[in-house]
Structures are given as C-alpha cells and as structure tokens.
C-alpha cells in the first residue's frame, strides 16, 4: 500500500511505518473543507471580513475618548485657565465617580445644639467637616463649603463652571487627549485601508450589494472624522456637555442631605463662584485672617479626592505667592483631583483659604486663594467679613 502522505510502499494497510501516520484519519478530513480551503480569494485576509459594527465603533472612538479620558483617569486634566500661575500651574479637577443613590428632600441642615456642636465642644475640625460640601457635576467632583448661616457655599469657579466650549477647548488642549487622538488617528487610517480591501474584494459579486453601500457609507463617515479630528472631537464634547448640564449640579452634606439642581454665582476676576443652599438655617466655617499666618504654621484641607469623601489632610503654610494681582497661599497640605473648592483652615477650625490649584510634576506644592477674595468677589457677605476680625 501507497501511504498518501509519503508515498511510502509498505504491507500495512492502518499505519505508515515510515511517517506514522493513520490512515483513517486522513480519510476522514471534510472534502469540502479542502476545497473551501483551495479556492478562497487569495486577496482576501481572514480579518478583511468583517461587518459594520466594528467601522462605527472606530468612527466614534475619538468622540468618546473625552468621557473616557475624564471619568477613568485618576489624575487632573492641564487647565487653560489664564489666571494659574506659570505654565505648569493646573486647576486641581476631579473624575467622575459613582456616588450613593442619595435622594433626600430639601430641607434645612441639621441644628445643632451648643452641647452637640463641635466648635462648643473643642472639636472645631469636625466642626469644619460638617460645614463642607460635596459637588457633582457632569463633570467630575469637586468641593465646597458653608459660609454663612444663611447657607452660603464658596467653591472655585472651574469646579461649577459648565461652559460647554471652554471645556471642550480645554479637553482637546489636553496632553493626554492629544496622544489619544493620535492614537485614534492611527486607527481609524487602519479601519479605512481594512474596509476599501473588503470592498474591493466584494466589489463583482452581486449577492454583496447592501454590504457594499454599507462599507461606502461608513468609509465617507470615517474620512470625515480623520479630516479634522480635533473639530470632531470639540463639536461632540459641546453637544454631550449641553445635554449634561441642563439639570444643574448638586451638592450633598455629610449628614447625608442632597439638594440638586443648583446654580452658582460666577466671580468675574477669581476663580470663585458662590451657590446659596435651599436651607433656613447651616452650620458654617468662620473665617479666618490669612494675613495672620505664620510660616510653617499647621493647616488643613477638607475635600472629595477621587470619590473619598470628606477627607482631612494635613500640612504647613509654606509661604505667599504673588503673580501680578492674584496672591496665593502655598501649602504642602495634600491637594488632590476632587479637593478643589475645599476649605485650607487652620487648627482651631477657621477657614483662611479655598483650595485651588497643584503644581504639575511636583508633590507637597499646593496653592490656595486667600479667604479676602471670596469677600472682595462677593459683597453679598460682606456681614460675614466681619466674623474675620473676631
């Protein structure tokens, strides 16, 4: 017997004694296989052949890479902001975190009683605890707090500001969204050469009209979005941005009541903005004098870093910054993404300073505005100005 392997010539009629295999098993190979096999398209790769899904999810995929980029990075995007004090100075800003489906109604914040308080009961950074604020935006986290008994809350201006084409500048301006657009680039040129050689392999059979139209249509798309992917991405980052922040933000205490749907009052030459709680009566911070700190003196920060909420840190006054008209505090206390807006308070619980900006590629180097330009933006607390001096 011939094995059809080798050819080897041999008596046995199961094994080939030369290469071992059996002969069984070469005759029970599928013909048709072989031939499936024999006449495939040379021109055609095995991952040519594929349907609409994946061309539209690369269609998009730049697009998508601003919510993907803000919500699942744990570091802060480089701010644009004209105010921050060199090139390398960034807006501390927060990602997207999931917070607990809390949805009590609006009403005043808890009283306390003078025995229950904090502050009467020498606790005076719980007493700052209370009186700090969680924000959500579509945005990301950020922080606030109380400064007034009237429910006045301070927070920085970048972290309620919702205007849909700064932050898409912002965005694109971005070091990381660039390389990721880049990367998409490189992506979608990839999808284009893969759909064209799918369709010119399909091109002359007639059973492949509709995937024919389908491959045109989502290749126009595409070459859309690679003429100008920056374009793209601004006019969907604008259009998800306007849908987001219809409702507003909300801010929530840490007794555990939420008020949403809120609005915020814009400071003109600071970052700082001013949002009334829909409350008769709030525990707050009182202010303190930033003039009277002394360098190396013990501060505070209470925030919202990355979802952690209500999180005390803790560092020394590191001195004054100048930068034309903006003076800002330096402190090593910790500033991380969701800090921004916090309180900078001291150890008998005085609030001296919003917490605002890091300096990039450094640790320990944090800044934040002076609590008399919260009361130089807005004269509606000039009555609390007056608690400074007490």
Known sequence: MECPKCRHLQEATDKCESCG????????RPAA????????????????????????????????????????????????????VSERVILVEGPMA??????????????????????????????????????????????????????????????????????????????DTQRELREAESRLRYSIAAAEQ???AIRNQPASNLEQATLERKIEEMRKVLAD????????????????????????????????????????????????????????????????LAYGQR????????????????????GERVDGDLRLLQTDAPINPGNSGGPLITEDGRVIGVNTMVLQGTQGIGFALPIEAVFDAFPELDGVRAEAAQ
Do not use: W
């Open 299 to 318: 501060l505070y920060t209470i925030g919202n870093p990355s979802g952690m909420t209500y999180t005390l840190t803790s560092g020394v006054y590191s």
């Open 33 to 84: 296989t072989q031939s499936a096999r024999r006449d495939k398209p040379r021109d055609t790769p095995e991952d040519a052949r594929f349907g609409a899904g994946p061309i539209v999810v690369t269609a998009v995929v730049t697009g998508l890479l601003v919510f993907g980029f803000m919500r699942g990075r744990d570091k802060e995007p480089t701010s644009t902001d004209p105010r921050r």
């Open 198 to 200: 799918r369709l010119r």
């Open 98 to 175: 999931a917070l607990p489906n809390q949805t009590a109604p609006a009403m005043p914040a808890s009283v306390q009683s003078k025995s229950d308080n904090p502050s009467e009961s020498g606790r005076p950074l719980e007493a700052a605890r209370d009186a700090t604020v969680l924000i959500e935006t579509p945005l990301g986290l950020g922080t606030g707090f109380i400064i007034s008994e009237q429910c006045h809350v301070i927070t920085n201006r970048h972290v309620v500001e919702m205007d849909a084409a700064q932050v898409a500048e912002g965005v694109v301006r971005d070091r």
């Open 229 to 292: 992917p920056e374009k793209y991405l601004k006019n969907y980052i604008v259009k998800a941005v306007d849908e987001a922040v219809r409702d507003g933000f909300s801010a929530t205490l840490p007794d555990g009541s939420r008020y949403d749907s809120l609005d915020a009052k814009l400071a003109d030459n600071a970052d700082l903005a001013l949002f009334r709680l829909p409350a008769k009566f709030c525990t707050h911070i009182r202010p303190g004098r930033s003039a009277d």
């Open 21 to 28: 295999v059996y002969f069984s098993k070469l005759s029970s």
